[in-house]
């Protein structure tokens, strides 16, 4: 499965359109790590814990759109984006979305 | 009398540690920024939507990376007392500045580590994260997310 944020697969052609395709989570912090994160507040600085918890959930997002791309039967996912939303003090939904399109 | 003085000394302490820790970790962060853009700085990195019509593009990958930051006791302290008086808030620019780069980084290494080229239509996106335990004081943190589509070109 080819992803890009751009509106085309550079070097490409798109042949065939098969419409939006979206994939979320909802991911809430562990409690241990929020307390350490909670620490790390006084000294500043990155929040490793939180940067990986993230990370794994936009990965997962990115999977569960890439699930809906391949039963459309795309082959790529164009002009992707990503949105960060805040359900509940705790929680974030992290929300990646595409158009699925078939290319050369 | 023991009582007031604790209840300054835990402030105090925290804004002496904040302020020394946090002084520390941002000069060495600003260190292996300056390293690692110095080395990544050859891998053509742009906003444009499309690529140059010269670009023989072979293949294409979305890359992405991101960063979750939070201020120091100092620098939180220091930012409450700005709110008095207006103007720019400098300690809150840098910390926003490093995560920026930070994640612009990590973002070109990661298609540096795939073969890559080039980088192109990189877009920069910044979010609050709060937390429950934390939420007293607002915010926890900020994070910046940089992606774009990586390429491959033909040689």
């Known amino acids: ?104 | 009398m023991v009582e007031t003085l604790l209840q300054l000394a835990v402030p105090a302490f925290l804004l002496g540690l904040g302020y020394v820790a946090g002084t520390m970790a941002e000069q060495s962060h600003y260190k292996s920024l300056r390293v690692r853009e110095l080395r990544l700085r050859r891998l053509p990195t742009t906003n444009l939507r499309r690529p140059p019509a010269h670009w023989r593009v072979e293949s294409a990958a979305l890359v992405a990376g991101s960063t979750v930051v939070s201020v120091d006791y100092f620098k939180r302290f220091l930012a409450q007392l700005h709110g008095f008086v207006g103007g720019r808030v400098r300690s809150y620019e840098s910390l926003l500045d490093r995560a920026r780069r930070e994640s612009v980084l990590r973002m070109k290494e990661e298609a540096v580590t795939g073969g890559f080229d080039a980088v192109i239509n990189v877009r920069l996106e910044s979010s609050n994260i709060s937390s429950p335990l934390t939420n007293a004081r607002g915010t926890v943190g900020v994070e910046v997310l940089a992606f774009g589509t990586a390429l491959k070109l033909a040689r």
């Open chain 1, 1 to 104: 499965m080819i992803l890009s944020n751009t509106e085309e697969v550079p070097g490409r052609a798109i042949r065939e359109f098969y419409g939006v395709v979206t994939g979320s989570t909802v991911r809430s912090k562990h409690f241990g790590k929020d307390l350490l994160a909670g620490l790390k507040n006084f000294i500043g600085g990155e929040l490793k814990a939180y940067t990986e918890l993230l990370q794994e959930a936009r990965q997962e997002a990115i999977e569960r759109m890439i699930e809906q791309a391949k039963a459309l039967g795309a082959n790529a996912v164009v002009n992707i984006r990503f949105a960060t939303s805040s359900v509940a003090q705790g929680a974030a939904e992290l929300f990646a979305y595409g158009t699925a399109v078939r290319v050369d």
